[in-house]
């Protein structure tokens, strides 16, 4: 994935976030999503808070993209919740794949006494280390970044020169990341992370492969895959939710756990009348 691509994808997701904020009844708050976002869309997340304003703006961003804010919302709850149940059950460390503009260590309390690394390339890994001294005066404690450049170095390199330790139950946050790799790029991922200690947890998004094999079968599919096409952001990888606890086994990883964005939005969105997207999902396995 292209730097510049990477840089994009994660300040949308930011853009959700910094939204999502913005309301009285909100799923989660982050102050910090707001600071790695654009002028235009620090703009439109100030005015967001003005009924009128957020009417509209929801409307834009439902046209061009459908879905994508309520998945990008109820899938971020998710993920907190199921981190804090790994947290709940002995995780002693938290590594961050494509930690993109991910805030969860500075976010939420229940990190900060615990070590989370967070993996990404060289030039979001420097943004997002320049605005927390910005805008924090700081890097915390318990993060720290560690850089990597996929044409040039792999997951195994990186562990070795940094000394990863693979003994401690580790929580592994893989978002955003999977449809845009080969599947021999998955394949070796998943194996780097079944190298960790028992009741490791892995949660980890992916899309159903019928928006790659057939896109027309999901709401918005064709319209998005063709706009993807035009940023030369390919989509290059999905799994068949039937096939995943069957893939997972090969490394060992037990599937506890695997929803659509239409099941997580019903989750925590019930009050709300988005829809959209389906091809989204989140899992979560174990290590055996």
Request: proline share 3%.
């Amino acid at each position: 994935m292209k730097a510049e691509k990477t840089s994009r994808t994660a300040q949308y997701m930011a853009f959700f976030r910094a939204l999502e904020t913005q309301r009285k009844e909100r799923l989660f708050s982050d102050p910090y999503a707001i600071h790695f976002i654009d002028s235009k869309l620090r703009l439109a997340t100030q005015l967001y808070k003005y009924p009128i304003a957020a009417k509209y703006i929801d409307n834009i961003i439902q046209k061009k993209i459908p879905g994508a804010l309520s998945s990008g919302i109820a899938r971020t709850k998710y993920i907190d919740d199921l981190l804090k149940n790994a947290v709940s059950n002995g995780i002693k460390q938290v590594i961050i794949l494509g930690a993109g503009f991910d805030t969860r260590a500075v976010r939420l309390d229940l990190l900060k006494e615990i070590p989370v690394i967070e993996i990404d390339h060289p030039n979001t890994s420097n943004f997002k280390a320049e605005v927390y001294k910005n805008r924090i005066g700081k890097i915390p404690q318990n993060i720290h970044f560690l850089q990597i450049d996929f044409n040039k170095q792999n997951l195994e390199q990186l562990a070795s020169e940094n000394n990863l330790d693979f003994s401690k139950p580790t929580a592994i946050i893989w978002e955003g990341v999977t449809n845009y790799l080969t599947e021999d790029a998955v394949k070796s991922t998943f194996a780097f992370i079944s190298k960790f200690a028992a009741n490791s947890h892995i949660i980890f998004t992916y899309v159903h492969k019928n928006i790659l094999l057939n896109p027309e079968s999901f709401l918005g599919g064709k319209k998005l895959l063709e706009d993807l096409e035009n940023l030369e952001e390919h989509w290059t990888f999905g799994f068949f939710p039937e096939d995943l606890s069957d893939y997972l086994n090969q490394f060992n990883i037990e599937l506890r756990e695997d929803l659509g964005a239409d099941d997580y939005r019903k989750k925590y969105l019930l009050n709300r009348s988005e829809k959209g997207y389906e091809f989204y999902r989140t899992a979560i396995g174990i290590k055996k």
